[in-house]
């Protein structure tokens, strides 16, 4: 099988995302995604990218580069991984696209937003502020 999917990573997905901050949001989306939906075990190696781990084997590298989703097999058989990853772009796509745009025309919640993707979330906030947060419908999905 991985003969007729040794250039799968030549081929990808154009998310038509117009910034690096919105290809970092939709990639920690898409990683919590397969973690929460998919109980696959994903590991962050750029904010643009991640491992996908399912029975402790690596099955490949999910990464967004040029507003392009692609996966690198890793795996004989990445085949179930990717038509996860096309689900999620099938079901969660549009959401995904507003739930930034939304959070990124507030002021406040962007740099909350950058700061979460960036993985240094300030922990200034008090308990009450980080329970209201959480919640929040704008952030149930993520």
Known sequence: ???????????????????EEAEMFYCETLRQWFMDSK??????????????EKDGELIGIV??????????????????ALLDMLEFVAKHH????DTYNYLS?????????????????ESEESEEEAESEGDSDDWEWI
């Open 1 to 19: 099988m991985m003969e007729d999917l040794t250039n799968l990573e030549n081929f990808g997905i154009d998310l038509k995302l117009e910034s």
């Open 63 to 80: 990464y967004i580069f040029d507003s392009v989703l692609r996966l690198k097999p890793i795996k004989d058989d990445p085949v179930e």
């Open 105 to 121: 025309e507030d002021e406040d919640a962007s740099e909350k937003l950058l700061n979460l993707l960036n993985g240094s979330f």
């Open 39 to 52: 109980e696959y075990l994903t590991i962050s190696v750029t904010d643009r990218e991640f491992e996908l």
């Open 94 to 97: 549009k959401r995904t696209i």
